[in-house]
Nanobody, 119 residues
Framework: QVQLVESGGGLVQAGDSLRLSCANS????????MGWFRQAPGKERKFLGA????????NFADSVKGRFTISRDSAKNTVYLQMSSLKPEDTAVYYC????????????WGQGTQVIVSS
């Protein structure tokens, strides 16, 4: 069983940086991917980026490439989303998810953490 808990959200100013954490308190599967999504009010949930647990390779949506990075700490079973040069349009609830590599079946989700970027 995979249980994901996000943390690190909050209120920041435009231009600031923020790091979100996603801790997995359940089993870790080497063939899984962990990723980040966000959902702004009244909008669909969007993919931001993901990291393959086995080798740490990552990919990102074009909209955040260059500003957001993802890393993992295997010893802590935790994935991080480092966000920089934040903009008001980055305001959203950020979700962590886990799924089997090679699929788009997003099996496990965290509860989300709110990020608000003020101008």
């Amino acid at each position: 069983q995979v249980q994901l808990v996000e943390s690190g959200g909050g209120l920041v100013q435009a231009g600031d940086s923020l790091r979100l954490s996603c801790a997995n308190s359940g089993r870790t599967f080497s063939n899984y991917v962990m990723g980040w999504f966000r959902q702004a009010p009244g909008k669909e949930r969007k993919f931001l980026g993901a990291i393959r647990w086995s080798d740490g390779s990552a990919n990102f949506a074009d909209s955040v490439k260059g500003r957001f990075t993802i890393s993992r700490d295997s010893a802590k079973n935790t994935v991080y989303l480092q966000m920089s040069s934040l903009k008001p349009e980055d305001t959203a609830v950020y979700y962590c998810a886990a799924w089997m590599a090679g699929t788009s079946d997003y099996e496990y989700w965290g509860q989300g953490t709110q990020v608000i970027v003020s101008s």
